[in-house]
């Protein structure tokens, strides 16, 4: 059995593990980005001097294709001179989260559950992220802090999922979540353990055989939401790395953001519905984007998410139709996109 972490396990492991070696080996430099994808650097309006930086692993980079400007995993993380464009409305802190800390590394916005922030620390950086502005290093927690956060759960019996976030929640050792997950488990009323990590689509190599094995080893039902916003991500190495947390029954869910150049069309929005199921995914929220400083560029117009919502529902099985949802600050829950205006799929169907 491996050795419970005492507290905060981020880099205590030897990185020995090939995830930990691609983690430290992510591609940080847009000269050496442009070179592996053979662009060259005229028209793509980098920027280099942004401090939200460049970062993205090899391993997704591989499913980049070469020679093009426009590919939609390649925008996901390109600084982009048109991030400095802050358009009326578009803030820091779109959603209020420095509110809704009520300890140190946890957040608490919904009834019956709770988020904790298990590392500031992201693989990739999405250059569309809300959270590029939040200051992670603050909200880092001590091992009391740690202690001050599951007294807080287990004082509010309503609470019964404990979601693990970040950052990536994924990017700390499998030794460190074994450590927390025993901590929740000793918590009797919850039920429910969700991980929210998009290092399962951007290093698959993260799905070690220690995690499922972790996570069908606790009393905890546990789900995964794994984050990828086209089907281009999800290649054969994805595939493989979640079989076995299928199964080890963890229900394997994905949420996406609505991205302008990316995922902006109806066949890209099915496709992904499509792939998804394929590799034992359900779809499950498509955000719009939220309204933080420097991703402007990924904004559409309302009257096109409506279109692309009414076409996707014309389309495919409801269950394939992800949650169109938007994140309102002090709202009680993800914000549903209102139903579609009557009259409108009349209008699509000519
Ligand atoms: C998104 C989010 C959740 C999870 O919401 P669900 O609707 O249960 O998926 C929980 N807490 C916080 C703070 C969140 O931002
Ligand atoms: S992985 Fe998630 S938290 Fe990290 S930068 Fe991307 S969207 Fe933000």
């Given at each position: 059995?491996?050795?419970?972490s ?6 205590e ?10 983690l430290?080996t992510v591609?940080?430099?847009?000269d050496e980005l442009l070179a592996?994808l053979r662009?060259t650097?005229?028209?793509l309006?980098?920027?280099r001097?942004q401090t939200f ?5 090899r391993?997704?980079?591989?499913r980049m ?5 426009d590919?939609?995993?390649?925008r ?5 001179m048109?991030?400095?464009?802050v358009p009326a409305?578009f803030?820091?802190?779109p959603?209020a989260?420095a509110?809704a800390?009520?300890?140190p590394?946890m957040?608490h916005k919904?009834?019956?559950r709770?988020?904790?922030?298990v590392?500031?620390?992201?693989a ?5 992220c809300?959270r590029?502005h939040f200051?992670?290093?603050?909200t880092q ?10 007294e807080?759960?287990r ?6 999922e404990?979601i693990l976030?970040g ?7 499998d030794r460190h979540?074994?450590w927390?997950?025993g ?9 429910r353990?969700?991980?929210h990590s998009?290092l399962?689509?951007v ?6 055989c220690?995690?499922?094995?972790l996570?069908?080893?606790s009393?905890?039902?546990?789900s ?13 190495s994805?595939?493989?790395?979640l079989?076995p ?14 991205l302008?150049?990316v995922?902006d ?13 394929e590799i034992?995914?359900l779809?499950?929220?498509l955000?719009l984007?939220d309204q933080?400083?420097?991703a402007?560029h990924?904004?559409l117009p309302d ?13 495919l099985p409801g269950?394939l139709?992800p949650?169109f ?7 009680p829950f993800?914000?549903p996109l ?5 009259g ?7």
């Open positions: 059995m491996i050795a419970r005492p507290a905060n396990g981020q880099g492991d030897a990185p020995g593990e090939p995830w930990q070696l691609a430290q591609v940080t430099d847009c592996l662009l650097r005229q028209d309006g980098i920027d001097a930086a460049l970062r993205v692993p391993a997704f980079v591989a294709r070469p020679g093009r400007a590919d939609p995993l390649l996901q993380v390109l600084p982009l048109a991030e400095r464009t409305g803030t820091q802190d959603l989260e509110e800390g009520k300890r590394g957040l919904f009834h019956g709770v988020l904790l922030i590392t500031g620390h992201c990739i950086h999405c250059r569309y809300f590029r200051p992670y290093a603050a927690p001590s091992r009391s802090e740690w202690a001050q956060a599951f807080y759960i004082r509010d019996p309503s609470i019964s404990v976030s950052g990536d929640p994924l990017a700390v050792p979540l074994q927390l997950i901590e929740i488990e000793a918590i009797p009323q919850v039920r353990l969700r991980i998009r399962p689509v290093i698959p190599a993260r799905i070690t220690g995690l499922p094995a996570l069908a080893g009393r905890l039902r546990a995964l939401v794994i984050h990828a916003n086209h089907a281009q991500e999800l290649d054969a994805v595939a493989t790395a079989q947390l299928r199964r080890a029954g963890v229900a394997l869910l994905n949420q996406s953001v609505l302008a150049g995922n069309q109806v066949e890209a929005l099915s496709d992904l519905s499509e792939r998804l199921f034992g995914v779809p499950y929220y955000h984007l933080v400083a420097g402007a990924f904004a009257e096109r998410v409506h279109v692309l919502r009414e076409a996707l529902l014309a389309r269950y139709v949650r949802v938007r994140e309102v600050a002090r709202a993800k914000v209102l139903p579609p205006v009557p409108r799929a009349k209008e699509l169907r000519g």
